[in-house]
Every structure is written in C-alpha cells, then in structure tokens.
C-alpha cells in the first residue's frame, strides 16, 4: 500500500515522524498536489483542502472544525463555557474573580488569550469570545484514535507560561464526562486521530478546553498508534 502523511507547517515534525516509521512520503500540504497516486493518506492536522485517495484519515472538513474552538465547544459535550456577549462574561468575572479573553478562535499555544481578574484588565485584552475560568489542578492531554485511548499525559507548564511538557500518565480506569467527550467528538466532529485538552478539578470533574488535530506525537502514542494503523491500512 503506498501511504503519504500530509501536514501543514506547525505540524510538520510529527508528521514527518510518523511517515518514516510508516515508511510512508511526507507532503506539505498544500494546492497543486495530487493525492490520487496513494492508496491511503493521514493528515496530521491539515485544513486547506479536500484530499481525495481511497483512505484517509482525518478528513480536512473535520480538522477544520477541530482548528475552530467555537465550532469545537459548539459539538463536544463537557466543554469549557464560552460566549461571544461580552456582559455575560463580565458577569463570570464577577462571580469567579476571573474571566478567559481570547483574542482568536483558532489560536495555539495560548497565543491571544489573557486571564483578567480586573475590570481594567477585561477591558483592555482583545477577544473574540470569552471562557468561563474553570478551576483546575491539572491539564492532560489525550491522545485517542477511532474513539480508542492511547496516551494520556499531563501538560506542565513553566515558570514563564510560555513553554511546557508533557509527562507520561498511567490510565488507571474510565471518566464518563471524558467518555462523554470523546463520543461527541466522534458523532459530531467525525476526526480520527486527536490529542483532546482537558482541564480536571480537583473533585474530578472534567471540561474540555480544545481539540489538536495535529498534536505532537511522542515515542509513547507512537508505540501503540501504529500497529492501530497498520492494521487499518491492511483492511
């Protein structure tokens, strides 16, 4: 079977991992290409366009609505509140002490988002939409194929805020509001392959922060990912 991973540029480095352990060619993707030479494609998070071989994972329509958190929050069960009135999120200000401004709706990184906890502060940041500020202990990181739980890390940030890591957790036993999100995902969003964000307190409930079709692919997702896929491209 001749395979072809395709990638925008900010995932490129997974997905260029995982073509030279599939054995697979790696392709930027973008307009002009045609993928009717390959039996099967695996976009690593890639919205431009419509790729047309007989197999394919991860569809561009359902990476488009993962790159959107609006569209994502709008199908997935157990998301973070969100709303695009600015007085009902001055309203969370007031009674959580905090409010999430997010100046795009398909940023990464916490690029464009601002935590206010002052009027001055709500006023002065850009935004789009606004959160509701969850209180969390933890932030992990999901990575799931076909419905399937493959990893699970928790995402630790750095003194700065700017740049974080992940570490490694064992999967001890199921959640049904992360259950909840992953059948959503998969009845209304339709992706394949994701790391999924999630924001856990410390009673245990969980809420959904956002959708990565494109997230970065380590030794230990890989390790149980591809026999996953090498049966997949077997069928």
């Not at 395979?3 to 900010?10: F, G, L, N, R």
């Not at 419509?50 to 569209?71: D, E, F, G, M, R």
């Not at 997935?76 to 709706?105: F, I, S």
């Not at 690029?111 to 502060?121: F, M, Q, R």
Request: aromatic fraction near 10%; charged fraction near 25%; hydrophobic fraction near 40%.
């Amino acid at each position: 079977m001749k395979i072809c991973v395709v990638s925008p540029k900010c995932s490129n480095v997974s997905a260029k991992a995982l073509a030279d352990i599939l054995g697979a060619d790696y392709r930027r993707h973008g307009d002009g290409f045609n993928f009717g030479q390959y039996d099967a494609v695996f976009n690593y998070g890639s919205s431009a366009r419509h790729i047309y071989p007989p197999k394919v994972i991860n569809s561009t329509a359902a990476v488009a609505l993962c790159v959107n958190k609006i569209s994502t929050l709008k199908r997935v069960a157990n998301g973070v509140e969100w709303t695009q009135d600015k007085a009902r999120a001055l309203k969370w200000m007031e009674q959580d002490d905090y409010v999430v401004c997010r100046e795009t709706q398909t940023g990464s990184r916490s690029k464009g988002i601002v935590i206010a906890s002052t009027l001055e502060d709500f006023e002065a940041a850009p935004a789009s939409f606004w959160t509701r500020y969850f209180g969390h202990d933890h932030e992990v990181r999901i990575n799931i194929f076909r419905g399937k739980i493959l990893t699970v890390y928790e995402k630790v940030v750095d003194e700065t805020g700017e740049f974080f890591s992940f570490n490694l957790m064992e999967v001890t036993g199921e959640h049904h509001q992360v259950d909840e999100m992953i059948q959503s995902i998969t009845n209304n969003i339709g992706i394949d392959f994701y790391g999924m964000d999630v924001l856990v307190s410390s009673e245990g409930t969980a809420r959904l922060l956002e959708v990565n079709s494109g997230p970065s692919l380590m030794q230990d997702t890989a390790d149980v990912l591809i026999p996953l896929l090498e049966q997949e491209f077997a069928k």
